[in-house]
């Protein structure tokens, strides 16, 4: 079953919605760093809300970095409890994938949400990609993947993408906060270094559709004219 990417940086299989990276409580944290910026939780909640009203799917599978401390704290304990209460009864099952900034885990465990390092589907292995494991086609998150687009007025701004090939996709962050990691320049996770990127596709979801910016190796062929 060939996955389906969604305008609402997810990812659809069957009857599961995959979404990665939505680092809940990173405002608090900027916060108790004396860095003040407007919380995007509600914003979060009332997107994927929509989304799973839509799909309807019986599985919500949080691919890794559902939270954001590395030092757990109370407020974010909070917010996680009130994410749950707010999707739960939009689906059968929630499952949350661990990625590097899920310490703590057992706050998730303790809101009645299961917790596992992989998850196989469909002969894909969702983990969150921060670091190696075996398989031979994986779905991850952890990169934040994006590239560098003029707006209407010339200047330069970040889009999330997803990357699509045979062996390896990589999900947008669902944190509006993520401006993202521009995979022209930079990569972050070693799954795209094991795996041949320049030959995956490279999709931007904008509002209600998805742009289709062809590969890797063609999007570098035309930066390089411009």
Do not use: C
């Not at 559902?66 to 009864?89: D, M, N, Y």
């Amino acid at each position: 079953m060939r996955p389906q990417p969604l305008p609402n940086k997810a990812l659809k299989i069957g009857n599961n919605i995959i979404i990665a990276d939505l680092h809940l409580g990173y405002e608090e944290s900027l916060a108790r760093e004396g860095a003040y910026l407007p919380k995007a939780f509600h914003e979060m909640i009332s997107s994927l809300k929509t989304m799973l009203q839509k799909e309807k799917p019986k599985r919500l599978i949080i691919n890794g970095d559902l939270k954001h401390s590395f030092i757990p704290f109370r407020r974010e304990k909070l917010e996680l409890k009130a994410f749950f209460e707010e999707i739960s009864p939009l689906v059968n099952e929630i499952v949350v994938v661990k990625g590097n900034h899920d310490v703590g885990i057992v706050w998730i465990k303790e809101l009645g949400v299961e917790a596992v390092n992989e998850l196989e589907i469909s002969g894909w292995k969702i983990v969150h990609g921060h670091k190696i494991v075996e398989g031979n086609k994986f779905i991850i998150g952890h990169e934040h993947p994006a590239i560098r687009l003029r707006d209407e007025v010339g200047a330069l701004i970040k889009a999330p993408i997803f990357l699509l090939s045979d062996e390896l996709i990589v999900l947008p962050a669902f944190t509006p906060w993520a401006y993202g990691n521009d995979i022209l320049r930079e990569i972050v996770s070693p799954f795209l270094l094991k795996f041949n990127i320049e030959d995956a596709e490279v999709v931007v979801p904008i509002e209600d559709e998805l742009l289709n910016f062809s590969t890797m190796k063609q999007l570098r062929e035309v930066l390089r004219k411009i």
